[in-house]
């Protein structure tokens, strides 16, 4: 079963523009993980938000996280062609030591 | 600082048939995940193990199994194949994954004719 629901399943802009992708869980979290896989490839860790942060950044990132919403948001600034990829949240289990991923959102980005 | 590392990168079997995934995680790393990502399922939780213990399973059937050695070095095999078990297979390591960041091998892509 999945924890993360991402919207929108896909995203089309041009380069130079934001992209904002949006995480929604189900249960209580520790922490929510944000991951970018290129096409076939392993995932790469993006960024790591904890249930008591509300909004964290790195680089062009911003994640944003509502624990009353149980929600989160992607934010990729100024986007490049390279930032093309498939982008998952991940939610820790409550029972531990499981990462939960969401079905992801497919980011193209058009140079 | 090696990453994660999957053998083999790529395999085609025929239904009924067994195989056996080979992952070595990041000098360090004692937690090793695996997970099955398809198309229409997403990434599906296989199992974790620490120290050569199973601490969670996903909900799979028990023809998925997996193992881990005391190296942190770990297997997953699947037994009589079927069609739908064609898919990107991940390893992943943490050094615990309660807390944190999982760093992800390149996957072993099976493929069941």
């Known amino acids: 079963s999945q924890q993360g629901e991402e919207d929108p399943q896909a995203l089309s802009i041009q380069e130079g523009e934001n992209a904002t992708m949006n995480c929604s869980y189900k249960t209580s979290i520790n922490n929510l993980q944000w991951y970018r896989q290129n096409s076939g490839r392993g995932l790469v860790h993006l960024i790591l938000?904890?249930?008591?942060?509300r909004e964290k950044h790195s680089g062009r990132l911003r994640v944003t996280l509502d624990t009353s919403k149980k929600s989160s948001s992607l934010l990729i600034t100024a986007s490049r062609a390279a930032d093309t990829a498939s982008y998952f949240c991940a939610t820790d289990d409550t029972g531990g030591f499981k990462t939960i991923f969401g079905a992801g959102t497919r980011l193209f980005v058009k140079a | 600082k090696a990453g994660v590392t999957q053998t083999p990168r790529y395999l085609i079997k025929t239904r009924g048939q067994q195989v056996t995934l080979s992952c070595s995680p990041i000098s360090g790393h004692r937690s090793v995940s695996w997970y099955q990502q398809t198309p229409g399922q997403g990434l599906q939780f296989l199992f974790e193990?620490?120290?050569?213990?199973?601490?969670n399973k996903g909900n799979f059937p028990g023809r998925f199994s997996g193992r881990q050695f005391s190296n942190s070095r770990s297997e997953m095999n699947v037994s009589t194949l079927e069609l739908g078990d064609s898919a990107l297979y991940l390893c992943?390591?943490?050094?615990?994954?309660?807390?944190?960041?999982?760093?992800f091998g390149e996957g072993s892509r099976l493929t069941v004719l």
């Open positions: 193990y620490f120290s050569e213990t199973q601490r």
């Open positions: 992943a390591s943490s050094l615990e994954t309660k807390t944190g960041e999982l760093f």
């Open positions: 938000i904890r249930s008591n942060e």
